[in-house]
């Protein structure tokens, strides 16, 4: 029994591993294509900007990163950047406080998804824009608004001189009665619950640091086996409803590395955020999931649902690991999602044609969830 429950394991393993290999491969070509909007970028007023970097000092292309700002800043014949580098205390808010402060147009966070999130956190509401430098691993509002992340030079060039938009942010709270902790924090693409959260917990450093964002692949391998865990979730303050889940993502936008489109009815700007409910019973249920989000078929799957809500709650009986944006954020026995929309102005490249169009709905709701919650269904 042991021997076929191992070789079950590794062919499944082996066939999630196939499918998301040839998938990435594919899809390259479309990694740069940004997640539909409701509202059309506008170009950049001319005239000089007050530039500040908010700069993380342990990536490994920090002094590079620097050295072009402060170069395209003087090459337009604009006053030299402020540059404030972030600690280990303060990922980066306080230093974009004190951008606002110094009355900064424009606020470049050049780092990972951390930094990201910690630069908006305090640019939300605020009429500076915020640009973007990828420095990290996943880089991903930065492949959702369709900037190449793989090109700093041309990432420069469109916080300077692109285009800009509003687009929405998620606030959570999390809780853990165990230990009686509370915090909140903002998140722009995507937060989790369960499996996805442990991944990124256990992420080998070495993996991520030598082969990137593949690491957490390695990672997910070693946690596909798991258990299905109870908890207990409402949809827009209606009545709760108990699933046994693998994982629950709430998703401001879906796009993930390798061109995966992980939610494709979302929308970074609809004022809505994009609940996933993934419950594979077996190893098989997790092929064929795989199998249904990477070659993006439109059938239906008990194992996967999409929902659409303004404010999503959860409970679990006991503590469930959690993730914001692809870092870990700890251990929870409940949390509250909620959209702040049109939060944040970012810049952006020009429009695509076609980019706005409606997007089709991919999955069907769960029975054991409210079906009056908000459908999956977008307006054109």
Known sequence: MRRKLLAGTAAA????????????????????????????PVPVGGGPQRVALILNPIKLQAAAARALVEQACSDAGWIPPLVLETTIEDPGTGQAEQALAAGADLVIAAGGDGTVRA????????????GLLPLGTGNLLVRNLGLPYNDVVGCLRLALHGCERRIDMARITLRNDHTAATSEYPFLVMGGIGFDASVM?????????????????????????????????????????????????????GKLPAGVDFVPAA?????????????????????????????????????????????VSVWSGEPIATQLDGDASGSITSMTARVDPGALLVRVPPPV??????????ARPARSVPVTARPTRRRG
């Open 13 to 40: 393993s082996a066939a999630v591993a196939s499918i998301q290999s040839y998938w990435s491969v594919r899809r390259l070509h479309q990694t740069r294509t940004p997640t539909a909007s409701v509202n059309e």
């Open 353 to 362: 044609p076609g980019a706005s169009g409606p997007v089709p709905v991919m």
């Open 119 to 130: 630069v908006a956190q305090a640019l939300a509401h605020q009429p500076a824009a915020l």
């Open 267 to 311: 929308r970074i700007d609809d004022g809505f955020l994009d609940v996933v409910v993934l419950s594979p019973r077996s190893l098989i249920g997790w092929t064929l999931m795989a199998a249904k989000i990477l070659l993006r078929h439109r059938g239906g799957t008990p194992a996967i649902s999409y929902y659409r809500a303004r404010e």
């Open 201 to 253: 917990a256990d992420a080998k450093k070495d993996l991520k640091e030598k082969y990137g964002w593949l690491a957490y692949s390695e990672a997910g391998m070693r946690h596909l086996p798991g258990r299905r865990r109870r908890i207990t979730i409402s949809l827009d303050g209606e009545p709760p409803q108990t699933r046994k889940v693998r994982s629950l993502l709430v998703a401001n936008c």
